[in-house]
């Protein structure tokens, strides 16, 4: 079955360092998307992608960075400079990125990062 | 601007009673609006999505909601609500001048009591 596969489910931190999430799809998507999901807030979205090697920064984007190397993948780097990191995070792809597109975001299971 | 509002943060039913979660919009454009459901610890899952066609929309496992342009108002209901209902709900608003940006309510809560 296709769909959007992120790991790990849990994720641990030590102040300082930096860690990667990873996010793949098989469901030949051009658009993906990482959002952070903290309670009460809905979510926000951290960067987004519209095509290979191409990406933008979303509406919280410090302390964060992400590749596009591939058109599955969309690795979230959570860096050192992100001072309150714990959160819920979701990856999204779509078919069409287009502005005015009504394609739906199809979701991963998210990972949670936790500081130790 | 573009914003969505989810008017209550919790709501709570009986089982097999009727279901209503309200969400209004401010678009300056015609939005694509879509409800998206999720279970603990799990991703998103797309209930229905609203995208200038016929004004009531029917989604998956029972659910529809209206588009009211006049109220700005794109509520989300079910007829008999079932335990596994039970979930977070969110409404959310595409388009216009956020492009191809989702923008999310902060979410509602429903609790299903047996």
């Known amino acids: 079955d296709g769909g959007i596969t992120q790991s790990p489910k849990y994720l641990f931190r030590k102040e300082g360092q930096n860690v990667t999430l990873s996010c793949e799809q098989n469901?030949?998507?051009?658009?993906m998307y990482w959002y952070r999901q903290d309670p009460g807030q809905g979510l926000r979205l951290i960067y987004y992608?519209?095509?290979?090697?191409?990406?933008q920064k979303g509406d919280i984007a410090e302390g964060y960075s992400v590749s596009r190397e591939k058109k599955e993948s969309f690795p979230l780097t959570v860096t050192s400079a992100q001072k309150n990191p714990t959160a819920f995070y979701l990856c999204?792809?779509?078919?069409?990125?287009?502005?005015?597109?009504?394609?739906?975001?199809?979701f991963g299971d998210g990972t949670r990062l936790s500081i130790l | 601007a573009q914003s969505v509002t989810q008017l209550d943060s919790h709501v709570s039913v009986s089982e097999g009673t009727p279901v209503l979660l309200r969400c209004n919009y401010s678009?300056?454009?015609?939005?694509?609006l879509f409800w998206y459901v999720q279970h603990p610890n799990k991703g998103l899952q797309l209930l229905l999505k609203y995208t200038s066609a016929a004004t009531l929309v029917k989604g998956i496992n029972g659910f529809e909601a209206e588009f009211k342009k006049s109220e700005t108002s794109f509520h989300l209901t079910k007829p008999s609500a079932h335990m596994s209902d039970a979930a977070e709900y969110f409404c959310?608003?595409?388009?216009?001048?956020?492009?191809?940006?989702?923008?999310f309510g902060a979410g509602t809560i429903l609790r299903v009591k047996s």
């Open positions: 469901l030949n998507h051009d658009a």
């Open positions: 959310v608003v595409r388009g216009g001048e956020y492009g191809n940006k989702l923008v």
């Open positions: 992608s519209q095509i290979v090697n191409d990406f």
């Open positions: 678009s300056s454009y015609s939005p694509s």
């Open positions: 999204a792809s779509s078919k069409d990125p287009g502005a005015y597109s009504n394609q739906p975001q199809h």
